[in-house]
């Protein structure tokens, strides 16, 4: 049967990419990418010649069909995302969850992922944890995501772009957020630097034109009382 593989690839450092995503991506019949020329780069550079298409948020939907039908003339595919394991926070659910109901194969080859990156280098206890994706720019969205770091008693990963980063410190520092942070930049790659503190020693370590990718780890809270949002509106 024909088999769709979920690849990870790199977050920064090109070694650790995996000897089995390197032979699957030059075993499959094409590879399905967010950008065809970043994911060229990575092709090139491990001298693999299967053909790239994109597969993006705004495409995504509307790639779902071709890529069953290339399964279905026995065709393997390959998914991968810019960096990282596909899926988190990154285009593919669509296509899993129509792929499953179809009962098609796939397959999901471990490697890179900079949340579980970031949490191994927290330093919090990661018996439990949960991911929330990127903070919110605004809105309710927002205001829930706030909710969820007060009252977490566990560690919580997120990401945000540079750009914003210290307006998102200053929105938890103003709703009260007590938690130690740490931030994690360029994970894997030359400049990897790693902030640790409160949120009023983060913001004297951080520059207004800091560059690279972010991911943060909030520590547990250390509020005892439940927030609810609409109690608390009310």
């Known amino acids: 049967m024909s088999t769709l593989f979920i690849c990870p690839t790199p977050i920064g450092n090109l070694e650790d990419i995996s000897e089995r995503v390197l032979k699957t991506l030059a075993s499959v019949d094409v590879i399905y990418c967010e950008d065809t020329r970043r994911a060229k780069k990575l092709t090139d550079n491990f001298s693999i ?31 991968i995302s810019d960096a990282g394991t596909p899926l988190i926070s990154d285009p593919g659910n669509a296509l899993i969850q129509q792929l499953i109901l179809k009962n098609y194969s796939i397959v999901s080859i471990p490697g890179p992922s900079s949340v579980l990156t970031a949490l191994t280098i927290s330093g919090f ?31 919580s990963v997120c990401f945000t772009s540079p750009k914003r980063l210290l307006k998102d410190l200053n929105n938890f520092e103003k709703e009260g957020l007590d938690s130690e942070i740490v931030i994690c930049r360029e994970l894997t ?4 630097t790693i902030y640790r503190g409160s949120i009023n020693s983060l913001k004297n370590q951080i520059s207004e034109t800091l560059k690279g990718e972010i991911t943060i780890v909030v520590g547990p809270s250390k509020n005892d009382k439940k927030i609810d949002l609409d109690i608390d509106s009310a």
């Open 125 to 155: 206890e990661l018996n439990e944890f949960q991911f929330l994706g990127f903070i919110p720019k605004a809105g309710k969205e927002k205001e829930e995501f706030i909710v969820k770091l007060l009252n977490s008693k566990m560690p």
């Open 49 to 79: 010649s299967t053909p790239l298409k994109s597969y993006f948020l705004g495409n995504e939907i509307s790639k779902v069909s071709e890529i069953e039908k290339t399964l279905d003339k026995g065709m393997n595919v390959a998914l």
């Open 189 to 192: 790659k030359k400049f990897e």
